[in-house]
């Protein structure tokens, strides 16, 4: 059970630089971008391809990310300049990417990354050669806590990008280009009669969503050693439950805040999956009626226990203007009586 946790952790980290992209798409932008389930899967079938071609894992991992930017900035175009409804556009941008994705892949629906180093591997064979694997565990074991990963290379490694990456969304968003993107997203009529081109940072900004998209597929697929033309589906859901999640736990506030909250809740969410997979009746075949009942929950509880704390505060507002009520009838009856 611990593996599965701990693994989850992982993943969550991974799948937090996909939803801190999907975060600048409908929350920054409020732009409903359905091009996720098409870049996550460019981001992985570059990074294979070109690992497989012999390329540096890092620089594969540097492509995927400029082509998932162009996929975002292809869909901010048609949307922009075309006048494509924004749902729509996305859908298409999804559907041309699944074709795109196969002919970068060689029309192979998968491609093993088993015998070829990514940055996965890259780091963990360098952290095999320290020491603090063997010192962490050690500790670990003398307070008590007998559970330990073989090895913490992969988490420190998603740390360390996901940090990099969560630094660079809080600087953007704080930046004057930034604060035209979100201004775009809350009131696009008001930013416009500033003369600020919206066009061009909605393009801007569904640019860097979708390169956060492809980043994320890119590290996903050198962390379980494959690409498949099909890994992204369902992608956009995921996204929009760890923002959700997120959201409903941690609330809104400022920027750092915010992306940390997105990031959680995509660990969370990976948590929350990885234990309800091991309920008996439950498979993995289950996972997108899991990430539904995720999102609803998600959703509605929080609706409630607002709901609940509104109900309370009316009804101790109701009893405190009765007794005063009460208390003003009292004194005038006395005042009559003299």
Not at 69 to 88: D, E, Q, R, Y
Request: with cysteine.
């Amino acid at each position: 059970m611990f593996t599965a946790i701990f693994g989850s952790i992982e993943l969550g980290l991974i799948y937090g630089i996909m939803a801190l992209g999907v975060y600048l798409s409908f929350r920054v932008l409020n732009f409903p971008d359905l091009t996720v389930d098409g870049s996550f899967v460019t981001g992985g079938a570059v990074a294979a391809v070109m690992i497989v071609s012999g390329y540096s894992a890092i620089v594969a991992t540097i492509a995927a990310l400029i082509a998932g930017f162009i996929a975002g900035c292809v869909t901010g175009t048609l949307h922009a300049k075309g006048k494509i409804n924004p749902l729509l556009s996305g859908i298409l941008m999804m559907i041309a990417l699944y074709s795109i994705n196969l002919r970068i892949m060689g029309n192979s629906p998968n491609i093993s990354l088993m015998n070829d180093n990514t940055i996965i591997s890259m780091f963990s064979d360098y952290w095999a050669g320290l020491p603090i694997d063997g010192w962490v565990n050690g500790a670990l074991a003398a307070v008590g806590i007998p559970f330990a990963p073989s090895t913490w290379a992969v988490l420190l490694l998603a740390i360390l990008i996901v940090i990099l990456i969560k630094a660079f969304t809080d600087y953007f968003l704080k930046t004057e280009v930034g604060l035209a993107v979100r201004a775009t997203g809350d009131n696009p009529d008001m930013i416009r009669s500033l003369s600020a081109n919206t066009d061009r940072l909605k393009i801007l900004g569904l640019g860097i969503s979708n390169g956060f998209v492809a980043l994320s597929g890119a590290i996903v697929t050198q962390y379980s050693s494959f690409a498949d033309v099909n890994m992204g589906i369902g992608m956009i859901i995921i996204g929009l439950a760890s923002v959700i999640i997120g959201e409903a736990i941690f609330g809104k506030g400022s920027v750092f805040k915010i992306t940390l909250a997105v990031i959680c809740g995509a660990v969370i969410y990976r948590m929350v999956v990885a234990l309800a997979l091991r309920v008996d009746f439950l498979e993995t075949g289950d996972m997108q009626l899991i990430t539904a009942v995720i999102v609803v929950g998600a959703l509605v509880i929080p609706k409630m226990l607002e709901n609940q704390k509104d109900r309370r505060r009316r009804s101790r507002k109701a009893r405190q203007l009765k007794q005063e009520f009460e208390g003003g009838s009292g004194s005038a009856s006395t005042k009559s009586d003299l």
